[in-house]
């Protein structure tokens, strides 16, 4: 039941960004958004509860785990994962209706979601976002002063395997300045 997501000049790009936890992604994207109104964010699926400042259908779109499994059972998604115990998942019918407008889409999604991606929508453009040194990485997560010393060890165990994978993408941009980032992510948008 795989729907033709391929870029052809009437239709959007599909945009897939990963990078690690405190690389920046989410300020990127919200910057390349402002500076590119035309791209549309895709809102994950979960069946996590919803967290202070969460809003549905903004931050993510929540579902019971029910509904979660009868998604993935009518191949709704376009990518999905378990992340600490919840099931987030890309909707492939909102994606597919974007780029049929003509808008370019960015996924901000974990790199087993960008492979999943890779396998069903072979012409996506994979992104990855990375630090410009581990050090600042650890830096900027210890900065955020969000997660406990454990949650930052498991954060750069993670980004070590996630670094290691940049080669797998079409495209690497460091994020040393985010003006910079988020133009070239529009740019890319647009290629």
Do not use: C
Not at 39 to 57: C, F, I, M, Q
Not at 72 to 97: C, I, K, M, N
Not at 133 to 140: D, G, P
């Amino acid at each position: 039941m795989d729907t033709d997501l391929t870029a052809t000049p009437q239709r959007g790009r599909l945009v897939v960004v990963v990078g690690p936890s405190g690389v920046g992604k989410g300020t990127v994207i919200q910057r390349a958004m402002e500076i590119d109104p035309s791209l549309w964010l895709s809102v994950s699926v979960t069946a996590r509860a919803p967290r202070t400042g969460d809003r549905d259908g903004v931050t993510y779109s929540f579902v019971s785990r029910d509904d979660f499994d009868r998604l993935v059972q009518a191949d709704a998604f376009l990518e999905w994962a378990e992340f600490s115990g919840h099931p987030y998942g890309t909707p492939r019918a909102a994606v597919e209706e974007h780029l049929a407008r003509g808008q370019s889409v960015l996924l901000e999604i974990d790199l087993a979601g960008a492979r999943q991606v890779r396998e069903r929508v072979p012409d996506a453009l994979l992104v990855f976002l990375a630090p410009p040194s581990f050090a600042e990485l650890e830096n900027r997560l210890r900065g955020r002063g969000t997660e406990s010393e454990t949650e930052i060890q498991r954060r750069l165990s993670i980004a070590h395997t996630e670094l290691d994978a940049a080669g797998e993408f079409d495209e690497v941009v460091v994020n040393t300045d985010v003006e910079d980032a988020a133009s070239r992510l529009v740019s890319l948008a647009h290629t």
